[in-house]
């Protein structure tokens, strides 16, 4: 009998979820009915406890809750690469939801790949099929909730999950975020010691990665407390990117200020991306 239990708490250990679960609760009775099907327990706990959003940057969880979710856990298969399975059958070898046996998407991938359950037996078995718009497959045997603790171990891996793996793994909640980009004078420092300024001062973060291009390079990281998401970059001039929940505009305007103060960089422009947030220029008040 698969533990889903002892799977799921390594899971929750292993990577923190959020404070509040994004479409995370509802009617499972009428979620199920809609669907035509019984879901697995272990995906249930799965979605009360992290809601919509990413693991790992990679993995986009589906739920059946919300009125505006754009990944709302639906049996669209069919209706969708039907009739391409019908041109190509080769390249489908699974029947799909409702069909007996079919699959079911659970996740989503930002490069088109559906994590999904090969809907065969008792929902408690079902396994965990990965399928790529390349018509490429991967199965795992075992449920949802072990997926995710060996995936998040590195007990097992995959070829279709395109994440970090020399990072510890996360999950970005899919909360509502504004944008804010900063383009910034050069200051004396090198990049290097003024990231570590940057990062000190907003401590405690977490890595998101990192890129370096024709001697370009960007650094993405969050704040762990705060859920803030920071690109520090030269990749599109000097700036810095900002992201955070609306509410917390002021607290994040001080402490950004207050951080590039530190590293001796002057604000040349500021840019709202997304979002209602209305930053000054001004000096970073005392909290």
Not at 123 to 150: C, H, K, N, Q, T
Not at 215 to 234: A, I, M, N, S
Not at 245 to 262: C, G, I, T, Y
């Amino acid at each position: 009998m698969i533990d889903a239990d002892s799977h799921l708490a390594r899971v929750t250990a292993r990577v923190p979820p959020p404070v509040e679960a994004v479409n995370g609760r509802g009617d499972w009775v009428d979620a199920e009915r809609a669907l035509g099907t019984r879901l697995p327990d272990d995906y249930k706990r799965l979605v009360e406890t992290y809601g919509r959003g990413d693991f790992w940057g990679a993995l986009c969880l589906c739920t059946p809750f919300g009125a505006d979710n754009p990944v709302r856990l639906e049996a669209n298969l069919l209706e969708d690469f039907g009739p391409m399975r019908e041109r190509w059958p080769e390249d489908y070898p699974h029947p799909f939801f409702p069909e007996p046996g079919g699959l079911l998407t659970w996740a989503v991938t930002d490069s088109g790949a559906q994590l999904c359950w090969l809907t065969e037996g008792s929902p408690e078995s079902w396994p965990v099929v990965i399928w790529s718009r390349d018509a490429d497959y991967e199965r795992f045997d075992g449920g949802v909730a072990a997926f995710l603790d060996g995936w998040t171990s590195g007990r097992i891996s995959s070829e279709l999950l395109h994440h970090e793996p020399q990072l510890a793994p996360w999950f970005d909640a899919a909360i509502e975020r504004d944008h804010i980009y900063l383009k910034l004078d050069e200051g004396v420092l090198p990049y290097t010691e003024r990231l570590r300024i940057l990062r000190e001062a907003l401590a405690p973060t977490a890595d998101r990665g990192a890129d370096e291009y024709n001697g370009t390079r960007q650094d993405h990281f969050v704040v762990t407390g705060t859920g803030w998401e920071l690109t520090y970059e030269t990749a599109y001039g000097h700036q810095l990117r900002v992201a955070f929940p609306p509410a917390d505009s002021e607290a994040a305007r001080q402490a950004v200020l207050a951080a590039l103060d530190r590293m001796g960089c002057a604000v040349r422009s500021l840019h709202t991306v997304h979002g209602a947030s209305s930053w000054s220029l001004g000096p970073a008040r005392s909290a």
